[in-house]
């Protein structure tokens, strides 16, 4: 079994990022917002090289913001810098985190014996296009072992029967303690326990072969099929106690016609699924997703 450490490098010539730091808020609606967290970026030596709002007014009155700023001692001076914005923060409500852009966030894919979506991440990880650490993949069948291992990432055989079930999901969080800040569900054909989304809220992101709310649950593409459906989709989304009900952070769609019988749609969504999967995690490892009640506001 490869570690981390022997994970091949990869340069994708982006720049350099040390002194970046990114800031997402979501409070209230109201004036001067905007006026004045870019008055205390200003005031604390930050240039704001991107910004992105949204407002819901009228209908939710909640307003979202995303910053990207440089800062200069990065090390020193943001500890500092988030100190002092709590008492911006407690002025106008603001829910609100701040994140180092080149901290790169970990992974945990979990698989079944459907590949593409794994792939997908693997590629982009592998030419630099996906800026995380993908910390080990685990899988309830063995038969991605030797493909996720030519990539030097480590393979967790962790099987599950209805038997085994407590046991394996056990193992899979003692596996994931402390060495991964997502999990990445890439046609992983269980049923997570709500202790385990618990422990990752709004962390889980989950590839569902449908454009939902349509088609819940087990064997999509056979109820699109029955149902005669014109377009065919996937959706990326955060994983809650719902099945397939959390916040959706990304979907797209193909048409399809009478011709294509359930094998056809399968190999159409295939597609669909795994660039739907890589966009919604990209997105996140970015920091440019905010959750608000069972909605996603995605700065992309």
Known sequence: MSSPSNQPQRTNGAQDKSGRARMLISCPDRPGIVAAVSHFLYEHGANIVQSDQYTMDPEGG???????FDLNDLDKE?????EDFARVADRFEMKWHTFRASRKKRLAILVSKEDH????????????????DIAMVISNHPDMRKLVESFGIPFHHVPVTADTKVEAERKQMELVADKADIIV?????????PKFIEHFPNRII?????????FVGGKPYAQAYNRGVKIIGATAHYVTEELDGGPI????VQRVSHRDNVE???????TIERVVLARAVKWHIEDRVLVHQNKTVVFN
Do not use: T
Not at 264 to 270: A, S, Y
């Open 249 to 252: 952070i990304e979907q797209d």
């Open 206 to 214: 989950n590839i569902h072969h449908s454009f939902l709310p349509a």
């Open 185 to 193: 569900l890439a046609r992983y054909m269980q049923i997570v326990s």
């Open 78 to 82: 943001l500890p500092v810098l988030v």
């Open 62 to 68: 909640m307003f979202f913001i995303r910053f990207e």
């Open 117 to 132: 979506c794994l792939l997908e991440l693997l590629w982009q990880w592998q030419a630099g296009d996906l800026n995380a």
């Open 264 to 270: 056809d749609l399968k190999r159409i969504g295939r």
